[in-house]
């Protein structure tokens, strides 16, 4: 048992999320903490799942010593988490906070949870979605087993409880609403003047580019993050300099690094062939 912080790297998820539950059978669940890759290739037109991204974050915010749990003694992450930049910043990106009893103004929320990437639907069915009707606001936090209920009498917040999501029943009361952003690029002003500026120069991406100047998230535009932000960084860049590294069967990772590569640059390959073909150009 070390005070230093552990960073593990695995060659897969699997590997590493039956880690992260022994290791935290053995240390406390709050000292260990799994840190996944997107789901998603990072040209991909498709946005990786809000749950991820809420689970992430999670991690970035207690690294950056923003969150209610100290930064995790262990973080153990595949080794395509540890390969994939990421837009700098993203511990700092807090969350909607509600607490029971205190004022907020409705359309106040409903704008913070737009900003924070959430989708507003009619009714709340999946995560990073919410629901405004009259004096009662829906939201289903990217980390939450279930939807909240914020029902609100004026601008006081008089109750919070959990619902399901089968037969909208309410269920449990709930001592706050704690949203955190379900995506890791956020529509800012900046983001948005660039996502305009970027579809003037490839107007191939204008589909894409339209919606994010105008405000609206669309289904893979973390794809653009790289032109869309100031600076990319790493996992590693945010862990502390005592950090100690363990590369699990350094091998396996080694070869799970190489073909991680060689299929991104292969799929890229065939994007290309598809839209030489009349299909949609790759990003």
């Given at each position: ?12 998820y699997r590997?590493?999320?039956?880690l ?6 053995i240390?406390g669940?709050?000292a260990?903490a ?7 290739l990072p040209?991909?037109?498709?946005s ?10 999670s991690?970035?915010?207690r690294?950056?010593g923003?969150d209610?749990?100290?930064p995790p003694h262990v973080?153990v992450a595949?080794?395509?988490?540890v ?13 909607v906070?509600v607490v029971?009893?205190e ?6 929320l409903a704008?913070?949870l737009a900003?924070a990437a959430?989708v ?7 995560r ?10 829906d939201?289903?936090?990217?980390t939450?087993e279930?939807?909240l209920r914020?029902e609100?009498?004026?601008?006081d ?10 037969d ?7 001592e706050?609403l704690?949203?955190?952003p379900?995506?890791?690029?956020l529509?800012?002003d ?10 003037r ?7 894409l580019t ?13 794809s ?10 790493l996992l ?7 950090t100690?590294?363990?590369?699990l069967?350094?091998?396996r990772?080694?070869t799970?690094a190489?073909?991680?590569?060689a ?8 994007s290309?062939?598809?839209a030489?073909?009349?299909g949609?150009?790759p990003i």
């Open positions: 048992s070390t005070s230093r912080p552990i960073l593990l790297i695995t060659s897969t590997e590493a999320e039956s992260t539950a022994s290791l935290g059978s240390l669940t709050d260990v799994y840190y996944p890759a997107w789901e998603t040209h991909e037109r498709l990786p799942r809000s749950d991820t991204v809420g689970r992430r974050l991690v970035l915010r690294l950056a923003n209610e749990l100290p973080i595949p080794v395509r988490a390969l994939q930049p990421q837009v700098k910043g993203l511990g700092d990106l807090l969350p906070t029971a009893g004022d907020f103004d409705i359309d106040a704008r913070a900003d959430y507003r639907v009619d009714l709340v069915e999946r990073g979605e919410f629901a405004v009707r009259g004096g009662i606001i939201v289903f936090p990217p939450e279930h939807p914020v609100l009498w004026g601008d917040v008089e109750e919070i409880r959990s619902f399901s999501v089968a909208q029943r309410t269920l449990e009361k709930a706050r704690w949203a955190p379900c995506r890791e690029l529509l800012t900046d983001v948005r003047e660039r996502a305009a500026e970027l579809g120069q490839h107007p191939q991406l204008l589909e339209d919606k994010l100047a105008a405000g609206i998230a669309v289904e893979g535009m973390e653009l993050a790289p032109v869309l932000v100031d600076e990319m960084e590693v860049d945010l862990m502390p300099d005592d100690h590294v363990l590369v069967d350094p091998e990772v080694r799970r190489h073909d991680l590569v299929t991104s640059e292969e799929f890229l390959g065939a290309w062939a598809a030489a073909g009349g949609t150009a």
